[in-house]
């Protein structure tokens, strides 16, 4: 059973810290992994998506991949309260099935 | 910017019942696929199509269910003989060959 592994949360930061999510995986074979953040009553939204190890950075975001450690992170620089939402961590392997985390919900504190 | 679209938005049926659900991926996209998210539960997978064929199935994707494309632009999900358990948000999603996937916003299924 191919397992994506994240931590409910809440993770609760105040307004402009950086928030910290981790996400890891089982399958040695996952070769793209994919952040998402959803929210409530709403349809997931791609955010970022990395496939070789190290760091990948578009605008407040920064993704960081550690295959050998079967590690993904999601850092969010200066946290917004309308980044509030839960962050789904998926992994996708050879074809196309992608396993889903259970997400963690983020709340950032005005 | 492109999306993909979904119909309907809210589906009640009875129990036994069959529903289709409807889709349009977004038109430069090659890869379609099927989540379902049960309330307060993860995303799960369901099929993934391509090139006119299913290429990745999950086990929750059983005889129940069926994909097709009838035509160049619409996508859909069959499910035959609805359970309680079948109650869920549907999402359909596409993308091109690499990149994640662009979601739908979702038909919501009651089965009653």
């Known amino acids: 059973q191919k397992e994506v592994e994240q931590n409910s949360g809440p993770l609760s930061v105040p307004e402009g810290a950086i928030a910290s999510l981790n996400c890891t995986y089982s399958d040695r074979g996952s070769q793209s992994f994919f952040w998402y953040r959803q929210y409530s009553g709403k349809s997931p939204e791609l955010i970022m998506f990395i496939y070789s190890n190290g760091d990948k950075e578009d605008g407040r975001f920064t993704a960081q991949l550690n295959k050998a450690s079967q590690y993904v992170s999601l850092l969010i620089r200066d946290s917004q309260p309308s980044d509030s939402a839960t962050y789904l961590c998926a992994v996708k392997g050879g074809y196309q099935k992608v396993t889903f985390g259970t997400g963690t919900k983020l709340q950032v504190i005005p | ?112």
């Not at chain 2, 659900?21 to 799960?44: A, T």
């Open chain 2, 1 to 112: 910017e492109p999306e993909v679209t979904q119909t309907p938005s809210h589906q009640v049926t009875q129990m036994g019942q069959e529903v289709i659900l409807r889709c349009v991926p977004i038109s430069n996209h090659l890869y379609f696929y099927w989540y379902r998210q049960i309330l307060g539960q993860k995303v799960e997978f369901l099929v993934s199509f391509y090139n006119n064929e299913i290429s990745e199935k999950s086990e929750i994707f059983d005889d129940q269910f069926s994909v097709e494309r009838p035509d160049g632009s619409n996508f859909t999900l069959k499910i035959r003989s609805t359970k309680l358990e079948d109650s869920a948000m549907y999402f359909c999603a596409s993308s091109v060959a690499t990149g994640g996937d662009t979601f739908g916003s979702g038909t919501r299924l009651t089965v009653v």
